[in-house]
């Protein structure tokens, strides 16, 4: 099955030559952290950056190419994902090695908890913040994922990507183009490794650090829910819970969905919530934060795929439910 689908996509020499993994058809909520999502019309989990490389080289220019690292930060919509969906494995990309003094060399699926892990082993001080986030390094690079006053930024020297044709870069951490939650690196990379340096420090206060860090988290977030974290950035002077708060929707539901009410920036999979009633629940607060604070919310959580029906309009003024 794999086989015809790859030679459908790459031609048969080609596709003999992939060694990595071709699954038709995988479904997305197996691998988002919301547990929605419809099918990737093909996943392909590369064997390393050299076979990542090739694969796109002779993907056709017209294919749709998206990448997804943990899915700890997306909402894959019911209607799935055309083209191919790329997700870096463990084996080939999931190495963290100490470079000497305070640098890693790290994999970009190495979980982030588990980089911070090693950092401090090492004694490397300022990784402490990614023990709370639940992604990988693919996803924080993109993200420039960040908490308690540190982000990513802080930290990368060095990028290691592939671009669309398949063409191998190494970028700087300016080319990276970081601001809040954002990268302006060009949409079409996928990272593979990164250089990160911290700074030499007590291993026992970083794990004291590290150990504050997890104890605010269960007090602060739902971590164990089916959720995507926060669901809006923060806007400009304020905090996106406080709006959310003002705008009466701590706990607000639409279907299966709803808004924690532990910390209302976060949106939940109550049970049985579709991407839908997600999507349809973060348009409405939206509306509703807009009506009562004057404030547009703009959506953290990355949104992609299909809709399996109807379209649900991006609020653009007027309010909604
Ligand atoms: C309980 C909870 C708490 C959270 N707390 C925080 C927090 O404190 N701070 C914070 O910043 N975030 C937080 N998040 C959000 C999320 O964990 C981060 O954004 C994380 O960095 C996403 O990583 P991921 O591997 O899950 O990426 P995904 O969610 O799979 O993808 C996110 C984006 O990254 C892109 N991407 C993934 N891998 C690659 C790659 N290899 N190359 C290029 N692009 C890639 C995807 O295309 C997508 O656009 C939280 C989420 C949850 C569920």
């Not at 950056?49 to 997804?68: H, N, S």
């Not at 602060?220 to 806007?235: D, L, M, Y």
């Amino acid at each position: 099955m794999s086989e015809a689908i790859a030679e459908r996509w790459l031609g048969a020499t080609a596709a003999g030559e992939v060694r990595g993994r071709l699954i038709p058809g995988q479904l997305l909520s197996s691998v988002t952290w919301f547990r929605v999502g419809g099918p990737a019309e093909l996943m392909f989990q590369p064997a390393d950056a050299e076979d990542l490389a090739f694969f796109l080289k002779a993907l056709p220019a017209d294919a749709p190419v998206t990448v997804v690292g943990l899915g700890s930060n997306l909402l894959v919509r019911d209607g799935g994902i055309d083209g191919v969906v790329i997700r870096l494995p463990m084996k080939g990309f999931g190495k963290v090695e100490h470079l000497g003094g305070a640098r890693l060399q790290v994999g970009a699926s190495v979980p982030d908890k588990k980089l911070a892990e090693v950092a401090a082993k090492h004694s490397i001080g300022g990784f402490s913040f990614l023990t709370g986030i639940p992604g990988g390094i693919g996803g924080a690079l993109r993200m420039n994922a960040g908490a308690h006053g540190s982000e990513m930024k802080d930290l990368v020297r060095e990028v290691r990507a592939v671009d669309r044709q398949g063409t191998r870069h190494t970028l700087t951490l300016e080319e990276m183009g970081y601001a809040y939650r954002h990268s302006g690196a060009a949409k079409d990379l996928i990272f593979t490794s990164v250089i990160m340096e911290g700074e030499l420090a007590d291993e026992a206060q970083i794990r004291a650090q590290m150990a504050d860090v997890v104890a605010h988290r269960e007090k602060a977030q739902p971590i164990r829910e089916k959720t995507g974290g926060s669901t809006f950035k923060n806007p400009e002077g304020t905090s996106a819970w406080k709006v959310v708060d003002q705008a009466g929707c701590r706990g607000y539901v639409v279907g299966g969905a709803k808004m924690s009410e532990l910390h209302c920036n976060f949106m939940l999979n109550t049970g049985d919530a579709s991407a839908h009633d997600l999507e349809l629940l973060g348009e409405t607060v939206r509306a509703k934060a807009l009506a009562a604070t004057g404030i547009q919310l703009d959506w953290e959580i990355k949104r992609i795929g299909k809709f399996a029906g109807a379209p649900i309009a991006p609020f653009l003024g007027e309010p909604v439910g």
